[in-house]
């Protein structure tokens, strides 16, 4: 989490760093759907293994159904509008959204797949790990349910720089959620507002969304994107510690305290070294150099 100081003075709570941002943006672009080969070997025609479809962690549905549009040769929107005749195997609290469910994996993609077929797949994939013995037996430690589990990892994954730090931001949404505070993570505005940057305004603060984490409180209604198994590790077995603020002053640096002064002394140290690598931000917008974002609660 991490926050930011604008020369008006108001404290702002940040997201994922720019190079976090283009890694991520790295990961995007290596995706690929694989094409079988003809060879011949030995005098015989061998065709190689049928295409894969890999879906990344983090991955939003919508980013699904348009990789899976490509991926089948489907017109735009065929994929999405799919997902009522699919009967995806969804918990109720979903409302069949599949938010949450599309599990990062390799997915096979042979002859006659169709976009309900791969979806299910997905989701059974997602049931099988999600509802695993250890999976379960944590949600029921830490007093959540299954799908708020998710929910959780979900924000853990858009918000942690690192596999490293992602126990430690799922601590940070426990605590915040214990002792009454506004989640403020900026990456539930981005999904609010179908959107990936690393700028957050103070107006993009008061969208009216119930992904709103800085009016709203309490968890998002939904995931707000298809996290991975170290994700849901983290938020099902969180380790212990009072962090209510986190902020990466720089890459490898993420900083955690429940000490909101030393917060404000990490921030300083983040603002003080981007201003001297690089150009300072604007009065109305700042970088968002850590994953997680969140700040004291709203007056």
Do not use: C
């Amino acid at each position: 989490m991490q926050m930011n100081t604008s020369p008006r003075g108001r404290i702002r709570l940040t997201r994922r760093g720019r190079l976090a941002l283009v890694v991520a943006g790295a990961v995007v672009a290596g995706t690929a759907v694989a094409v079988p080969l003809l060879t011949v070997k030995g005098g015989h025609k061998v065709v190689a293994k049928p295409p894969t479809l890999v879906i990344p962690e983090g991955w939003r549905a919508s980013q699904v159904y348009d990789a899976v549009d490509k991926a089948l040769k489907l017109p735009a929107g065929s994929t999405r509008k799919s997902i009522g005749k699919a009967h995806l195997p969804l918990p109720g609290e979903a409302g069949g959204n599949p938010e949450g469910y599309l599990f990062p994996a390799t997915y096979p993609l042979p002859k006659g797949t169709t976009p309900e077929s791969l979806l299910r797949s997905m989701v059974d994939t997602a049931g099988k790990r999600f509802e695993a013995a250890p999976v379960a037996a944590g949600a029921q430690r830490t007093s959540i349910n299954l799908y708020q589990a998710v929910t959780i990892a979900s924000i853990v994954q858009a918000e942690a720089a690192t596999k490293a730090d992602m126990g430690k931001v799922a601590r940070v949404i426990f605590n915040r959620l214990n002792q009454g505070m506004p989640l403020q993570m900026d990456s539930t505005i981005n999904y609010a507002m179908n959107r990936i940057t690393v700028h957050t305004t103070e107006d993009d603060t008061r969208v009216e969304s119930p992904y709103n984490s800085y009016q709203r409180m309490g968890l998002p209604p939904t995931p707000i994107d298809n996290p991975g198994q170290e994700a849901m590790r983290a938020a099902y077995n969180p380790p212990a510690g009072d962090w209510l603020y986190f902020v990466t002053v720089k890459p490898g640096d993420t900083r955690f305290t429940a000490d909101y002064a030393t917060h404000l002394r990490n921030v300083a140290e983040f603002n003080a070294l981007h201003q001297s690598t690089g150009p300072a931000p604007t009065p109305s917008r700042s970088p968002l150099p850590s994953p997680a974002s969140s700040q004291p609660p709203l007056p």
